[in-house]
């Protein structure tokens, strides 16, 4: 992620922790995420590209070690 910003993020847990993003702030601002549009995982991160109820798309990730999330807006979808 070419500019990380720690965000605070609200999720779905479902049969494990921290599942999927809801909603996020990022700057000050609350979105709701609208659609996953892709998501992966690494060692120690979860990706996930969504889209937001603004309908610009962002790049949220979560590190499970620091159980800290970080998120920066993309391009338009």
């Known amino acids: 992620m070419a500019e990380e910003k720690e965000i605070l993020v609200w999720t779905y847990s479902g049969y494990k922790a921290d599942e ?3 909603r996020f ?3 000050g601002r609350d979105f709701a ?3 996953i549009v892709d998501r ?3 060692e120690r991160h979860d990706y996930f590209k969504v889209v937001a109820d603004d309908a610009e798309t962002y790049l949220i990730k979560w590190d499970r ?3 800290v999330w970080y998120g920066e807006r ?3 979808s």
């Open 65 to 67: 070690v620091g159980d």
């Open 74 to 76: 993309k391009t338009r």
């Open 40 to 42: 992966w995982y690494g």
């Open 20 to 22: 999927r993003p809801l």
């Open 33 to 35: 995420v609208m659609e």
């Open 25 to 27: 702030n990022l700057e």
